[in-house]
């Protein structure tokens, strides 16, 4: 997961501003006792905050991949 695709889902999912939001302020047990932006900054792959994040706000496992990609041009 790219960091563009990783924000997409974030919006996507929860809003922009919620979503900057939770990156900042959520503190998510596996990733550490660390928030989104926190970890990400560590070196953590956005694919696996993007989970946690999914995780944590009980987002319906149907809405977790694939999230963030965009939408392929019809023909």
Same mark, same amino acid.
Do not use: K, N
């Given at each position: ?8 889902? /974030?919006a996507t ?8 939001? +939770? +990156?900042?302020?959520? /503190?998510i ?15 953590v792959?956005?694919?696996?905050v993007?989970?946690?994040?999914c995780?944590?706000?009980? /987002?319906? /496992? ?6 963030g990609?965009?939408?392929?041009p019809?023909?």
């Amino acid at each position: 997961m790219r960091t563009s695709e990783f924000r997409r889902a /974030v919006a996507t999912e929860f809003g922009e501003q919620y979503g900057r939001a +939770l +990156l900042r302020d959520l /503190v998510i047990d596996s990733l550490g006792h660390r928030t989104s932006d926190q970890a990400l900054a560590a070196g953590v792959p956005e694919r696996d905050v993007w989970l946690a994040l999914c995780e944590a706000m009980e /987002v319906p /496992v149907e809405r977790w991949h694939g999230a963030g990609l965009p939408t392929p041009p019809q023909r």
